[in-house]
């Protein structure tokens, strides 16, 4: 599997409910970051989670962090239709790399 | 808030011709770099600059691929003879320094034909 694999592909859910995406990569990183791209649209930035962070709080947005698993989790509380788009997760290497290695994507739908 | 422009939103070349998609970054960033998106795929590295030069790029960064800041302000992705596959989605990002936040102008849909 490649760096920065997202899970599920996709998900519907619910207004109000909680969605809950994942992330999984394979070597070191310094950063994880997550973006949100509606379709056709640009990539907008989300959050940003250190190596050295474990969780991380924006408005409805929670983020953590398990270097130990390689591996993180976006989640989004009280989603909103509005909500609907697709979320990458994407790594940024610790091996003076300044880019960013982005995994497949969660096609994310809230259902009104 | 400051952003990351693009210039042209969509690009139809035919192959074989040259394009040139246009960054402005904010202003006082100091780190740019270029990735694509294929319909329907994830996105891509292709390049990264720094100090006026490549500090990294991809294996899809080949001899057709260059980049520069012509004025000290723009950022130039340049495609010398564009191939079908080349049609995508590229993006400019930018950024105050190494693996930070990186932010994402709007993109340019090229389209080959």
């Known amino acids: 599997s490649q760096q920065g694999e997202e899970d599920p592909q996709a998900l519907s859910i619910q207004e109000g409910e909680n969605a809950t995406m994942n992330c999984s990569y394979k070597?070191?990183?310094?950063?994880l970051q997550w973006y949100r791209q509606n379709s056709g649209r640009g990539l907008v930035h989300l959050i940003l989670i250190r190596s050295n962070e474990r969780e991380k709080h924006s408005g409805r947005l929670r983020v953590t962090l398990d270097t130990s698993k390689k591996s993180s989790s976006l989640l989004i509380t009280a989603s909103r239709a509005a909500d609907t788009a697709s979320y990458f997760c994407?790594?940024?290497?610790?091996?003076?790399?300044?880019?960013?290695?982005f995994g497949q994507g969660t096609r994310l739908t809230i259902n009104p | 808030e400051p952003e990351v422009t693009q210039t042209p939103s969509h690009q139809v070349t035919q192959m074989g011709q040259e394009v040139i998609l246009r960054c402005v970054p904010i202003s006082n960033h100091l780190y740019f770099y270029w990735y694509r998106q294929i319909l329907g795929q994830k996105v891509e590295f292709l390049v990264s600059?720094?100090?006026?030069?490549?500090?990294?790029k991809s294996e899809i960064f080949d001899d057709q691929f260059s980049v520069e800041r012509p004025d000290g302000s723009n950022f130039t992705l340049k495609i010398r003879s564009t191939k079908l596959e080349d049609s995508a989605m590229y993006f400019c990002?930018?950024?105050?320094?190494?693996?930070?936040?990186?932010?994402f102008g709007p993109g340019t849909r090229l389209t080959v034909l």
């Open positions: 070597t070191s990183i310094n950063n």
């Open positions: 990002a930018t950024g105050t320094g190494g693996p930070d936040t990186q932010y």
């Open positions: 600059f720094y100090n006026n030069e490549i500090s990294e």
């Open positions: 994407a790594t940024g290497l610790i091996q003076g790399a300044q880019k960013l290695v």
